[in-house]
């Protein structure tokens, strides 16, 4: 919840439901992170994603900051959607992620 609550989400409604949605995660003075855009798979292509990103963007932009995302490099469908809203690949980089093979209070 606490983190919940330092973060501005936007949301796409159908019947409802929450079919899609993204968030600005995190503040700097010059820079806004966008993350947690999801949309539902029998949703998807209907200009959701590009909804919830671009109202997160506006936020961000319009405070004087720069936005910025992280995707993945092989997903094709969000960055199709995140060149639409104007954003551009800067660089990219190698995650390393560890995978303990006995539990960390061992």
């Known amino acids: ?8 989400y936007y949301g796409v409604f159908v ?3 929450l079919v ?13 992170l966008i993350c947690d ?3 539902r798979e029998e949703y ?5 994603a590009t909804a919830v990103t671009s109202a997160a963007t506006r936020r961000v932009v ?7 995302l992280c995707v993945e490099e092989g997903n094709e469908e ?3 959607v995140y060149r639409k809203i104007g954003y551009s690949i800067l660089r990219t980089r190698p995650w ?3 995978k303990p093979s006995t539990p960390l209070d061992q």
Request: proline share 2%; hydrophobic share 40%; aromatic share 6%.
């Open 15 to 17: 019947d409802g439901k």
């Open 78 to 80: 969000a960055i199709r």
């Open 62 to 68: 319009s405070s004087g900051a720069m936005a910025f």
């Open 44 to 48: 998807r292509r209907r200009g959701y």
């Open 1 to 8: 919840r606490e983190k919940l609550a330092k973060r501005t």
């Open 37 to 39: 855009v999801y949309t």
């Open 96 to 98: 390393i992620i560890a």
């Open 20 to 32: 899609s949605a993204g968030a600005v995660c995190a503040r700097l003075p010059e820079l806004g």
